[in-house]
């Protein structure tokens, strides 16, 4: 260690030895923190999201020209190439799409998108037959309405409605009120709960196939992606939704407006098993792949043994041939990209000025979160290149570049996690925020019952699960989440700016206090 570098770190560990006790700005947090630059970030999404680099989509020609400028970028600031001379980590995957799947029911054929459709990503390929259909009502298993009553559905196909019963004056049945409960809300619900009762299929009923065909028909053609040599785990049942008259084939042409009708809150349907001789063939069409994670390695100082690991997805979708369109995902997820690559920087340049952090820091631009965390996932399940067990925190970093409609500017952001597994975290993030940046930081989606569990929908989760305390910093939803309409002249970069230099002070305060934060024990495996 250079004379310099020994004498800031001794001043670095007095400065942090009443870590919080006043609002004390750190000058060289302050002084690198001024080299993320506002316009260097536009740069790096107007590249990222240009339609030269056609959605990013993990696999294809534009992820790997995004990865090729993450690392150029990289070296371009001096961060060293840690895994064979590379910054990457390469990652093995299976890519599936739908072949020809076919349902017969008492040998007539039904065919995808026009009689059922159903979704790549979570849904297996299935190829069996079975002699009956078990019917359960709006498929709900609860206190005051359980419609798998006197039926075993282990192995079974299952047929149900979905939403839940009401009373007769309008309002919700399980609820009470005029609002629905989760079982209409949440659509993972219902497909959960078949999961832990073994069923084998869920023909789940809708109103209009076609018109929803055409409404997911990105969904539904485009690719899933598992990791190759470790399956995803499977989180709900297998699920094909159906037309009224597919359902009419097993119902031996009962009216299926009459039986929903009759399934009141005052007539508590029960399971019936109806005779129906059912073919499905779910097949798949699989090749093998590889994406990249992209490594961008500060060491540290004092307590390099250490990590801070700071995340972004740099993925987004496949695009669209038959309409035109490319998706070209600038705020999803080109802003949080664009933000780690300036926040790599500027932890370059501190350590090449003598002032680098204490604990070592890894940037790390992730691939295939689009399907299923999978890059964050080959990271904490499979190669774990630095210790989990020596990794403090993740700071998580998807869509930050957008303002949702509860927010009149860019002077907020959705923190989401902070206080999951340490409270410490939480007061970290808070501190470097009333401390440097002063946003209005917005913890709705924190709440434990939130509707769209974006907890788990990001790739901070995978380090969650392994015992790593992390932050999920997002911008909130708009109208234009994967869609071809995620462009970037729908951006505030000004916004973009300061929540960047947030996250880089807050993982710069990680870096260099004395202590590594604390996780709360009775937390764990929550």
């Known amino acids: 260690m250079q004379k310099s570098s020994l004498l800031y770190t001794l001043l670095i560990i007095l400065t942090y030895s009443h870590t919080f006790a006043q609002d004390k700005k750190d000058p060289a947090a302050i002084e690198f923190a001024n080299t993320i630059e506002l316009e260097e970030i536009k740069e790096h999404v107007l590249t990222l999201a240009s339609d030269e680099y056609e959605g990013r989509a993990t696999g294809y020609r534009g992820q790997k020209m995004a990865a090729e ?43 995808f998108l026009t009689d059922f459709y159903c979704f790549s990503r979570g849904t297996e390929a299935l190829q ?58 949440n659509w993972r619900k219902k497909p959960t709960l ?101 490594l961008g390695y500060v060491e540290g100082s004092d307590l390099k043994e250490e990590l801070v690991v700071i995340t972004a997805h740099y ?11 490319i998706y070209n995902g600038a705020d999803d997820n080109a802003s949080g990209t664009s933000a780690l690559i300036e926040i790599a920087e500027a932890f370059a340049l501190a350590k090449k000025a003598g002032k680098g952090p204490r604990r070592s820091i890894l940037v790390m631009p992730v691939a ?66 009333k401390t440097y940046t002063q946003l209005d930081l917005d913890y709705t989606f924190n709440a434990e019952n939130d509707p769209n569990r974006f907890y788990y929908r990001s790739d901070h989760y995978n380090f969650v699960l392994k015992g790593v305390p992390a932050i999920f910093y997002f911008n909130g939803t708009h109208p234009d989440y994967h869609k071809a309409t995620d462009t970037v002249e729908k951006l505030d970069f000004e916004a973009l700016h300061k929540r960047t230099q947030l996250i880089f002070y807050t993982a710069w305060h990680l870096a260099n206090r004395n202590e590594r934060i604390k996780v709360d024990p009775e937390k764990l495996g929550r």
């Open 194 to 294: 078949a999961l832990e009762k073994e069923v084998k299929l869920i023909l789940m009923i809708v109103d209009d196939v076609k018109a929803n065909a055409k409404k997911y028909m990105h969904g539904l053609m485009g690719t899933s992606m598992q990791l190759k040599d470790l399956p995803t785990k499977q989180s709900s049942a297998n699920v094909v939704y159906i037309s009224k008259e597919m359902a009419a084939t097993i119902l031996k042409g009962q009216s299926v407006d009459n039986l929903k009708a009759s399934m009141t809150a005052n007539v508590l349907p029960k399971a019936k098993k109806y005779r129906a001789k059912t073919k499905v063939n779910l097949n798949k069409e699989v090749k093998e792949m590889e994406g990249e994670n992209l």
């Open 128 to 185: 069996f037959s079975t002699k009956k259909v078990i019917f359960v009502g709006y498929g709900i298993d609860d206190p005051v309405y359980n419609s798998y009553a006197g039926k075993e559905v282990k192995d079974q196909v299952v047929l149900m409605f979905g939403g839940e019963p009401k009373k007769a004056d309008g309002t919700y049945l399980i609820s009470g009120t005029d609002k629905p409960s989760p079982w209409s809300t």
């Open 315 to 325: 993925d987004h979708l496949n695009p669209e041939p038959e309409e035109g369109l």
């Open 368 to 433: 295939a979160e689009e399907k299923g965390l999978l890059g964050s996932r080959y990271y904490t399940d499979v190669d774990p290149i630095f210790p989990l067990h020596k990794t403090i925190a993740n700071l998580n970093v998807d869509m930050i570049g957008r303002i949702d409609k509860h927010h009149e500017d860019g002077n907020y952001l959705y923190i989401i996690g902070s206080d999951k597994l340490s409270q410490d975290l939480h007061d970290v993030n808070e501190w470097a925020n």
């Open 69 to 111: 400028y993450i690392s150029k970028a990289y070296a371009a600031c001096g961060i060293p190439k840690i895994q064979d001379d590379t910054h990457y980590q390469k990652i093995p995957l299976l890519e599936m799409k739908w072949g020809m799947p076919s349902i017969t029911i008492n040998q007539k054929k039904f065919n």
